[in-house]
């Protein structure tokens, strides 16, 4: 088994995540530094499993000088970029493999924005079939209490949630 890790965070961070042993997990780990809209590297229908929990469109920021970080995109870039995201992760597939993306929802001027769904889409629009949408709830998240104070304040409730969409090829 071979696994290839890539993201646009440091090495030094991706290494500790990979840093462990477990029983019956005896493959290797490869890490590239990159970006997921450009995968040239990997060959066609030769990968058996993607997991991504893409950074969401301006709303945590990831880098502040990297042009190609997603999580500095305005909403509607966002999810134009993420059209390369699902054709790039359709073509290194296998086919009856799965892509499991995890992706939550945001609010604008009080109002909520299910860039999530407008993610399990462009998915499916790109040949992937929705197996399973599981609903992860949030626990602990660093802001609560920002945002607990704000939803009392101007009358939202929290998002509390996010999506996890398994689509098979």
Known sequence: ????????S?????REKIDFEHD?????????KGDV?????????????ICTHPPYAD???YSEDIPEDLSL????????????VASESYRVLKKGKYCAVLMGDTRQKG?????????????????FKLKELIIKEQHNCRATGYWKTNSIKYNFLLIAHEYLFVFKK
């Open 1 to 8: 088994m071979v696994n290839i890790v890539i993201g646009l």
């Open 10 to 14: 440091s090495n030094e961070r991706c």
């Open 24 to 32: 019956g997990a005896n493959g290797r780990v490869y890490l590239h």
């Open 37 to 49: 809209r450009k995968l040239e590297f990997i060959s066609d229908e030769s990968i058996d499993l």
């Open 59 to 61: 709303i945590i920021n």
């Open 73 to 84: 995109l305005k909403i509607n870039d966002f999810l134009e970029e993420m059209k390369k």
């Open 111 to 127: 109002c909520m924005i299910p860039m999530s769904f407008e993610v399990m889409r462009i998915f499916e629009n790109s040949g």
